[in-house]
Structures are given as C-alpha cells and as structure tokens.
C-alpha cells in the first residue's frame, strides 16, 4: 500500500514541480515573451497526450500478464529516463520527450497501481483506501509546484533536478522490494484439520513446497482446502450450482472471450459517467496549474515562489480523500460527487470577481481555491470506489466476458485515460480562454463545465446495476 501511495505521489510530484518553473526557465533560456504561455501549455499537453496514448495498452497489458510488479518496474525505468533528461541545460524539444516520457510512465502508474490496489485490500472498503492512493496522487500534484516554485527561486534549476532525482530513487528501492499478495500467499501456512471429533479444528502447519502442486485444486481426505473457508465437504452448504442444468445457454467461464474487456467497459453508461467525472476534475485542475502562477504574478506581483504557495490551499483539502471515500463507501457515491461538482460551480462563478491587486482579492482567491481543492477531493474518491464495483458487479454477472483475473487495470486505464484527457484539454482551453475571453470570463465558462458534471452524476443514480442473466454471454 505504501509503495503504490509513493508511486502515484511521485508521479504526480514530477509532473507538477515544474509547473511554476516553466515560465521563468523558458524566459531564462531565451523563449520570446509571448511565447511563454504557449510553450508552458504545450509542455503539460504533452504529458496528458502521451499517457491517453498508452494508458488503455498498460491496462490489458497488466490484466493478462501473470505479475503486475513487472509492468510498475517499466513505468519506473521511463520515470528515470525523463527525470535524466531533465538534467542539465535542455531545450525546449528536449524538454517535450521529456514530458512525453513522464506522461508514458504516468500510464503505467496509475493504470497498474489503482489495480494491485484492489487486489491488495479487496472491493468492500477500495473507497476509502483509494482516498488514501488519491490523496498522494493530489499531493504530488499540488505541493510539486510549492516546492518547485521555492527551491527554483532560492537554489535554481539544477537544485530542482536534484530534488527530482532524490525522490524517483526513493522510489526505485521501494519497487524493486513490493510483493504483490498472491505472491506473498504463496509463502503462508495454509490450514489443516484435525477430524477426530464431530468438528475439524484447524491447525497451521508449514506448506511442504517440495512436493505440492500449487495448481492441485483436489480435496483432500480431511475436507477441501481448496474452499475458501476451509469446511469439511461434509458439512460443506449445497452449492448454488446443484440446480443448474449441465448444459446452460451462457459460455462456461472457462472459456473466455477474446474481445479485450476495456471495450466492453465503455459501454457501461456508470462507467462512462465515473469516467466524464474524472476528465472534468482533472481539466478544472490542470486550468489552474496552466494559469494559476501567471495569474498571481499579473496581478499581485507575486515571484515564483507566491506562484508555488498559492497552490498549498488546493493541496491541503486533498487529505480529506479518505473521509471522502469513506463517506462514499457507506453512503454511496452519485450524491458526494454531484454535490462536489455543484460547490465548484459556485467557486469558479465567484473567481471571476478576483480581479485587482486587493487584501481583500488575496484572502477571496486563497478562500474559494482551498473550496474548490476541497470539492474536488470529494469527487475523484467516491469516483474511484464506484468504478471499482461496477467492475465487480460486471465481472460477476458475465464473467467469460471480463477475463479470467477480471478487469480493473483496464478500468483503471479508462480512469486514466480521463486524467490525461483532462490534463490535455485543460492547458489548451486555458491558453487560448485567457488570451481572447480573459480572466473573468473563463472561470465562468469552466463553472458551467462543473455543473454538467453534477448533472452527469445524477443522471447516472437511474442506472441499475447489471444482472447475471442480462447482455450478451455469447459474444466473443
């Protein structure tokens, strides 16, 4: 659990540490002024572009091979390349392979991660445990350009870099180390049973490996330890099967289909509204890391490091995302998301009036972002654990549909994919909104976005969930 918080952190972190450095090293190395703007949005499309591209081959990739450590090392070898290549003086060109190596390490992380994150803790409380993976993903993402902003203001550039550096090794020691719980399992003592009297009474003893067949599914004389709750077959329940004719109209779940489930997945309308939500989080976030430092600069004269500060009232709601994702475990997700896209709404209409170089401007900014912050982080949770059990629920109604170890990584690589649209679409529409619509009007537009979030979230607490016996089981 903490190797996946640290992974997605760190991710996170190097997308986002350059954020407020971007303006003042591309005016250092000698970028036209007005083209500032234009190349800062371009570096942070790249990365969201790079990881739309990758993130739905990371998924299937990650469900059909036989470990998920291997595909969290790649993420982790592209993570140290684009980190090498910020080192020294780059150019402009360079500094985009970069970006685009970040945003192909970012597919990785997030697609595979959130998925031996399920697999770790199970379905029952994944809301409240996602809070915890998010909140570091929402750390990363808003204390980078904190950071970034002070040190390059205090140290420079190559002190960035350094910092940078430090924390991806962090992480390499802690992946080569993880172990995934299958893995582990394998290593347990598993139970045997005393039969001498009228109930077995279990008794560890160690796993003889040198003779046993992890695949050997076969009872034994004392009861079936291929149950998972270790009963005697004598005493076992009837099995809900017994009914069941030998020869059923849907396809045994041995016998899986060959259409990757991801495209199955879209055509869920829950899932397609947990996704909508995402992409809409993730634009209104990324609007502010595109505009947020240029706009505090412009207006009240701050330097690189006010640019960084302001970003800590986004950062600091974002440990709130258990209780966000607690709440959304025992009370349901629709209600928490649409009431966080309609506290944005209320937000972004009321930026609009931040316009001159006041006290009572400053205080009004930090107040309504540490909202938003706040708002967000009551979507992106609940988000999270609801896309979790619908996977579930759709694996369970048609399981030769969604393979053999189910669909979460690809899941997860939809979530993802919504992150990096929304990263992509949100510096784009800011560079050109601020240019021709300016400050006040752009935050009034993006309100109206918000709120087709709220109406996207209700719409979807109509959807049913899916049945055993209902789609199509015989469609390969």
Known sequence: MSTICLAIFTDGFLYAVVVPVFPYFLSDSGVPK?????????????????????SPICGWLADNASSRRLPLLIGLV???????????????????????????????????GLALLVDTVGSKDVGQQAGYVLSSANLGVLTGPLLGGFVYEQAGYHAVVAMMIGLVSVDILLRLVVIEKKTAAKWRPIKTFNTYGTIADPVESPHDYSNSDPNDDQPSCAGDLSSPTGEDSAHREPSEDVDRPLLSKSRSPSTYSKIPPIFRLVKSPRILADIYAVFVTYALLTCFDSDLSLFVKKIFGWGSTGGGLIFLTIALPSLLGPLAGYCSDRFGARWIVSGGFVVNFVCLLALQFVEYNTKSSRIGLCALMSLIGTALTFVLSPVAGDLTTTV????????????????????????????????????????????????????????IFALTGAVVAVLSLTISSPRPDEGTPDAV
């Open 34 to 54: 007005d083209e500032v703007q234009m190349w800062s949005s371009l570096l942070l499309t790249c990365f969201g572009g790079a990881t739309l591209l990758l």
């Open 78 to 112: 592209l993570q140290a390349g684009s980190t090498a290549l910020f080192s020294g003086s780059p150019s402009v060109h360079l500094l985009l392979v970069a970006r685009a190596l970040q945003g192909f390490s970012a597919a990785v992380v997030y697609s595979v």
């Open 392 to 447: 579930e629920e759709l694996g369970r109604a048609q399981p030769n549909l969604y393979g053999k170890s189910g669909a979460y990584a690809q899941a997860f690589s939809l979530f993802n994919c919504a992150i990096a649209a929304g990263t992509t679409a949100g510096p784009l529409w800011t560079s050109f909104a601020i240019a021709k619509l300016g400050w006040g009007w752009t935050n009034v537009i993006l309100a």
